[in-house]
């Protein structure tokens, strides 16, 4: 009896809830066969109201370029809501510990609208201390702070804190076909993990200290990556800081997980769009 109520629970042994392919949420939540079928409802992230007078920082997108020997150079592009942009500058900072590496004043550009505005820099760090995974290297961290200026008064910011690195995908022909191996720093390595699902059913209930203890414990196991499994969330900030810290890499999932999906339904893929690019913008640095 014990038995059966844990498969009716879990899903295991019977179908999973119909239509979770058509709603874009978690899909792990229609049952899995290692987790409960436990539909959650609600707002459950953090939410907010934004208001400004003068402007604010829509989006911060950092690139590097690694080509030069001994140095790399941060292309920093910044897109801004913005009223009046002439009275407004951007304040660029790069910092390593604490102290200042490199900064940049730049002025606000007009683009076809005044909703849309940007600013751009590239910044130069010499001497860099990269960014490596766990086992092979230290996993050192600058911070990039952005600031929207009016006057003297910073009226808007944003920080990210980035490894400097270069990390790409190597496939080649080799004796066997073809190579599929990532290369990070221009050093080939193996990538060593898991798959990560959601680490409680009711994902409100997880902190940084419990994503804490996870990634230590992966990177203590000598994981050097994580795969953030379709059928979970895109995960928490605190997630993805703490991978940073403990030198795990991330091999991300869009959230689609076996099943078919309404690639036919207009309206269903601008949804989907909007979730790409809004997750992508918030993960990609």
Known sequence: EQRQRYLNLTGVGQHRIDGSNRIRKSQCNYGWDWG???VTAGIWRSIHLLAFDAGRIQDVHITQDHSQTGRVDLQISVN??????SALKVKMTVLYEGDLVIEALVDVSDESDQS???AKASLKIERPKLWWPNDLGEQLIYEVNVGLLQGE???HSISKRIGLRTLTLDRHPDQWGESFQFVINGKPFFAKGANWIPADTFVTHLGRE???Y??????????NMLRVWGGGIYEDDAFYELCDHYGICIWQDFMF???GYAAHDEAFVANVKQ??????????H
Request: net charge negative; aromatic share 8%; charged share 30%.
């Open 210 to 212: 419990h994503y804490e």
């Open 36 to 38: 409960p079928m436990c």
């Open 116 to 118: 849309d505005a940007t």
């Open 153 to 155: 008064q910073v009226i």
């Open 214 to 223: 996870l990634i230590k414990s992966a990177a203590d196991a000598h994981f």
């Open 80 to 85: 801004l809501e913005a009223k009046e942009t």
């Open 275 to 284: 979730e790409f690019e809004k997750n992508v913008r918030r993960l990609r």
């Open 257 to 259: 997980a076996c099943s």
